[in-house]
């Protein structure tokens, strides 16, 4: 199981490596390699919390997805395992945290759409779960409305985040009454047009 996993991260950095290829052959812009690179990096630790490990060989003859979909149903917290419970809870928020902020500088995202965006990234991770639970025939993962809710929720804090930051940005390069250089200016274009 550790080689298939040494493996499949071998194979997600090679995949990030041309994406980066990509993105230089297009723009040229070494500072939006570089947040790409960052955020490449975040979405292939996201992808080994949301999808591995999964178990193969437990085929389960009378097999049944295990699925919830009454949103604010945390039916299996109960008082003795209320810090289990939270830590999930708070967990799938910080999963997604990052996402909300740093997408902002690898795309331009218009603040009418961060929410679609937001409950995208919450579905596609519970139906790749789905997927992978249906394949291998599982119920290992869970897939839980309130998951894909939390993870929404992260990424508009994220977002949040993000506009606190460029609105505290543009104030400072404002103060100091200077043109921004390098990888600042790369930044400064960025909140000035999501602002």
């Known amino acids: 199981m ?11 950095f090679v995949v ?50 295990n699925i919830n979909l009454i949103p604010f149903n945390f039916g299996r917290c109960d008082p003795r395992a209320l810090e289990l ?3 999930e809870i708070y967990q799938n928020i910080l999963l997604t945290i990052p996402f909300g902020f740093g997408v902002n500088f690898i795309a331009r995202i218009k603040p009418k759409n961060i ?15 789905l997927v992978i639970s249906i394949i291998v025939r599982s119920p290992f993962r869970a897939v839980d409305i309130n998951d894909l809710i939390l993870n929404a929720i992260g990424v508009l804090l994220g977002y949040g985040i993000f506009r606190i930051f460029g609105i505290m940005y543009l104030h400072v390069v404002q103060r100091l009454q200077s043109q921004p250089r390098h990888i600042f200016a790369y930044v400064y274009d960025i909140v000035r047009h999501q602002n």
């Not at 996993?5 to 997600?12: G, P």
């Open 2 to 12: 550790l080689m298939f996993m040494d493996l499949n991260f071998y194979i997600a």
């Open 16 to 65: 990030l490596a041309l994406v980066l290829i990509g993105v230089w052959l297009k723009n040229k812009d070494p500072f939006q390699v570089f947040f790409v690179f960052v955020f490449g990096v975040y979405i292939i630790n996201v992808v080994g919390v949301v999808v591995f490990p999964f178990p193969i060989g437990y085929d389960v003859s009378d097999f049944k997805p």
């Open 85 to 87: 419970c939270i830590r």
């Open 115 to 129: 929410l679609w965006l937001a409950f995208g990234v919450g579905f596609a991770f519970e139906f790749v779960q």
